[in-house]
């Protein structure tokens, strides 16, 4: 086990291992399992307040707004393009090779599990991979948007430092004179598939992570605060099954007085060595 864990936590990872020993686990990750991917969180210490995140109202109604959050988005899709995946996306990807995951559930829309190896990734927030055009349905690869960004605003340029969000924006200086991408079929609005503030999970990818976690039983939550609704409505359905239930997050959760066994410590550190104790 890592020298960097303490006896405290290597403990309880030897608690949550003799829980989950013989089981199928599901998993539910945050932005906290992306941290050392260097994608920061919404919440938890250091995390950067947004004063005004995009709401789908606002991204639909205020041209200014999508003109705004294009040139951000596209700034820091670059720089979150770039991350990489890390030890626990790594150590989840094996676990799920060897059997012992039955597949992640994430509220991420980074792409880093299935850039890690994983393949039954549920990604229930949506993802930045991929753009929707809200007119005719059809759906683009991101960097063919990036392209056409690029084409159209030839004077944007990375610059030398940025503050990224945790959903890949950047704020950028000035927004004028941005010429917003649009659908290369029907020209109509694109909009990234992602979930915006104010918007609901689709059903059906709701009814996908639900039947992950049935085909499951034991689950693991990983760097998530279990602010949001989506989560919280899974970590429900375990409780009500009695099924193990463990969480790792340095912050503490709304769901820890649910939990078998809570460890208060970094994604990257904690699944890795629980992967060595179950294998």
Known sequence: MSATISSGLAAGIEKSADLL????????????????SGIPAYRGAGARTRADPMTAQRYLSDEAARRRYWIGGHLGWRAFASARPNAGHIALAEMERSGLVSGVITQNVDGLHLRAGSSHVVEVHGTMRRVVCLQCDQVFDRRD????????????????????????DVAPESIDGFV??????????????????????PVDRFRAAESLLRSSNALIVAGSSLVVNSGVRLVERARRRGIPLIIINHEPTRADPWAHAVLAGGTGDVLPALKELLE
């Open 145 to 168: 948007i990036a392209t056409q960004i690029e084409r159209f605003n030839p004077w944007i340029a990375m610059p030398e430092t940025i503050a990224l969000n945790p959903d890949g």
């Open 21 to 36: 020993r013989g089981r199928r686990i599901a998993v539910l990750t945050g932005a906290g399992i992306s941290t050392d």
């Open 180 to 201: 917003v991408p649009v659908c290369t079929v029907c020209g109509g609005m694109l909009k990234p598939d992602v979930v915006f503030f104010g918007e609901f999970v």
